[in-house]
C-alpha cells in the first residue's frame, strides 16, 4: 500500500482526540452487549448448541453406563486406579478422581474428552516444530555462561536448565535493564522508544483496550506504518469478549498495521480454547524490547480506575538479550505462516555495555515442561536471606506451596505482597485458603491497600530478580503461553534494577518515573499484614506504617 493511500486511511478511519490518540471504534463498539449482538455473539450462540448436544449425549450415557460396566461405583474405581497410573499432575489427578467420584455419568466422557485435547494437537506439533526451529537461533554466549559461572554457580545451573530441557533460552551480558515501577513509567518510556523505530516494531499483548494509553500507541503506529516500518500486532483471542470487535485487525491492517488474533474464538467446542497468550512482549528494532505485567489499556496506567489504583511492573531491555523477545513474538506469529526467523535474527545482536546478566524466556503449556514454576522454585530453594514476591493471584500447586513453606521454615525471609482489592473475588477466595498454611511455615503475607497488585515480581538477596507475566496460579502456570526475565547483577555492589525492584513491591505511587533510588523494603509500601491469631478464620488484618497515604488516581 502506498504511502499517500495510508495516510488517507488514517485521515479516514480514525478519530483523533485532545490527547494525540487515535481511535477506530465508536462508542457502543466495544463491551461484552455488542459482542453479543455482532458475529460473536452467533459464534456463541453455536458453542452452547454444541454444549447442549454434548450434555444431552452424557444424560443418555448416563442411564445405559450401569448397565454396560457394572454400575457406576466400579467404574468409578477403574478411573481412580486409572488417573493414579497416569502421568499428569498430582493435583490435576486429585481434581478429576473428586469430579469422578461425585458425578461418575459425567465425569468420564469428560475426563477423556479432555484428556482427548481435540483441537489441540495440530497446535502443539506447529509450536514444538517452530521452538525446535528457533533453538539453533539462540546460541550461548561462551564468555557469558562462563562469567556467570565464576559469580554464582546457582545462577549459572538456573541457566543451564533454560537452555537445555526450559527450552534453549541463553543468558547475556551487554544489555542495559531499567525496571518501572508501574504502568504510567513504562507508557511514557515506551512511546519515546518507538518514536526510535526505523525497521520494525512487534507488539504481543493479552489485552488490548481502546483508551488513551492504546490510543497513544497506535498513532505512533499507524505513522510508523505509512513511513514503511513493519509493524505487527498480536493479542489474545479473549479480547473479543470484552475490549476489541472481531473485525479489528481487518481495521489495524488498512493503516498498514499487520495483526493476528491468536486463538479466535470459532464456534467449536474445544479444548484448545484453555491454551491463552498472556505474554507482554514488544520489540523495536530487535534493540530495544518491554515485558512485564502491564497490557495496553488505560487502568494499567492509572487513568481509569477499576479496582482502586493499580499496581504493576515492567522492564526495559537495551542490548543482546532483547534476541529472545524477538523470537517468542516470531514464534506466535508463525504459527499459521511460513516463520520468517532468518529475515529478522541475520544481523548479530545489538550489544549495549553493561553489568550484570539477562536471562529472558518464554514458557509453552504444550511441552510438558511448567518453565515458569522451576525457575520460581529454584529462586525460593537457593535464597539464603530474603525473597520478597508480588503476584495478583496465588493459587498454588503442592510442589510451589512447599518450596515457599520450606524456604521460609529454614529460616529465609519469605514475603508475598497481594491486592488488597482484588479483580475476581474468586480467585481472591482460593488465594486465603492458602494463608494459614504458609503463616503456620513464617511466610509473611501482606495485602496492598490502595488497590490490586498485577505485577510479577520475584526479588531474592539483593543479587536475583525476576520480572515478567507469570502468575503464581495454575493458569499461568500450567495453561498460558508465558515469558519473563530473569536478571543477574554483575557484582554484590551494582546500585542496578535490584535495589529499585525491592523498593517499589506494594508500595503507593503517585507519579512514576524509571527506576528511583532504593529505599528499605519494609519501610516504602502501604499494606495490610496478614496475621494469625485474634480474628474469625485465623485471619485478621494489622496496619503497617504508611508513609503513603491514599489518594484517587489521575484521570
Not at 52 to 59: D, I, Q
Not at 127 to 145: D, F, I, K
Not at 261 to 276: A, D, E, G, L, W
Amino acid at each position: 500500500m502506498k504511502k499517500e493511500e495510508l495516510q488517507q486511511n488514517m485521515k479516514d478511519r480514525m478519530q483523533q482526540f485532545e490527547d494525540g490518540g487515535l481511535r477506530l471504534l465508536k462508542k457502543g463498539q466495544k463491551g461484552i452487549v455488542h459482542a453479543i449482538f455482532s458475529r460473536f455473539g452467533l459464534v456463541l450462540l453455536l458453542m452452547l448448541l454444541q454444549v447442549g448436544v454434548l450434555w444431552s449425549v452424557f444424560r443418555w450415557f448416563g442411564g445405559l453406563l450401569p448397565h454396560y460396566f457394572g454400575g457406576s461405583v466400579a467404574m468409578s474405581a477403574f478411573m481412580v486406579v486409572y488417573i493414579l497410573n497416569s502421568e499428569m499432575d498430582n493435583s490435576a489427578k486429585i481434581t478429576w478422581m473428586v469430579t469422578i467420584a461425585i458425578l461418575p455419568v459425567v465425569g468420564v466422557p469428560l475426563f477423556f474428552y479432555v484428556k482427548s485435547n481435540i483441537g489441540h494437537n495440530a497446535l502443539k506439533k506447529r509450536v514444538t516444530h517452530l521452538t525446535e526451529e528457533a533453538r539453533g537461533l539462540q546460541p550461548q554466549p561462551l564468555a557469558a555462561a562462563q562469567e556467570l559461572a565464576e559469580a554464582d554457580p546457582g545462577a549459572a545451573s538456573l541457566a543451564r536448565y533454560l537452555h537445555g530441557k526450559g527450552g534453549g533460552f541463553s543468558v547475556y551480558r551487554n544489555t542495559e535493564v531499567t525496571y518501572f515501577p508501574g504502568g504510567e513509567a513504562k507508557f511514557e518510556e515506551l512511546l519515546r522508544q518507538l518514536e526510535k523505530a526505523e525497521k520494525y516494531i512487534f507488539l504481543e499483548y493479552f489485552i488490548i483496550d481502546e483508551g488513551l494509553m492504546w490510543g497513544k500507541i497506535l498513532e505512533v503506529l499507524a505513522r510508523k506504518a505509512a513511513e514503511g516500518v513493519d509493524v505487527r500486532v498480536m493479542y489474545d483471542g479473549t479480547c473479543e469478549f470484552t475490549t476489541l470487535p472481531r473485525d479489528y485487525p481487518s481495521r489495524l491492517e488498512k493503516l498498514g498495521i499487520q495483526c493476528r488474533v491468536f486463538s479466535p474464538v470459532q464456534p467449536f467446542v474445544s479444548t484448545h480454547y484453555n491454551y491463552r497468550d498472556h505474554r507482554k512482549i514488544l520489540v523495536i528494532d530487535g534493540k530495544v524490547g518491554f515485558t512485564g505485567g502491564v497490557n495496553l489499556a488505560d487502568e494499567y496506567i492509572n487513568h481509569i480506575e477499576k479496582y482502586g489504583r493499580w499496581k504493576d511492573a515492567a522492564v526495559m531491555l537495551e542490548g543482546e538479550a532483547v534476541r529472545p523477545l524477538t523470537i517468542l513474538f516470531l514464534e506466535m506469529w508463525s504459527i499459521l505462516r511460513e516463520p520468517e526467523f532468518e529475515k529478522f535474527l541475520s544481523v548479530p545482536p545489538h550489544s549495549v555495555p553493561a553489568k550484570g546478566f539477562a536471562a529472558p524466556y518464554g514458557d509453552c503449556p504444550l511441552d510438558g515442561e511448567r518453565v515458569g514454576e522451576m525457575v520460581y522454585i529454584d529462586l525460593l530453594n537457593r535464597a539464603k536471606r530474603y525473597i520478597h514476591i508480588m503476584t495478583p493471584y496465588l493459587i498454588l500447586d503442592g510442589e510451589l506451596e512447599t518450596a515457599l513453606k520450606f524456604a521460609a521454615e529454614r529460616g529465609v525471609d519469605v514475603h508475598l505482597i497481594l491486592p488488597h482489592v482484588p479483580d475476581k473475588k474468586f480467585a481472591y477466595a482460593l488465594a486465603k485458603t492458602h494463608y494459614k498454611s504458609l503463616l503456620d511455615s513464617g511466610v509473611k503475607i501482606s495485602e496492598w491497600l490502595p488497590g490490586f497488585v498485577h505485577a510479577k515480581v520475584f526479588v531474592v538477596d539483593d543479587s536475583e530478580a525476576v520480572v515478567g507475566t507469570i502468575n503464581l496460579d495454575y493458569r499461568s502456570l500450567y495453561h498460558h503461553f508465558e515469558n519473563a526475565v530473569c536478571h543477574r547483577e554483575g557484582f554484590p555492589e551494582d546500585a542496578g534494577i535490584l535495589p529499585r525492584c525491592r523498593a517499589h513491591p506494594g508500595e503507593h505511587l503517585g507519579g512514576q518515573s524509571a527506576a528511583p533510588s532504593g529505599r528499605n523494603f519494609t519501610e516504602s509500601y502501604c499494606t495490610i499484614t496478614v496475621k494469625q491469631r485474634g480474628m474469625p478464620f485465623g485471619i485478621p488484618l494489622c496496619f503497617t506504617n504508611n508513609p503513603y497515604p491514599s489518594r484517587s488516581p489521575g484521570r
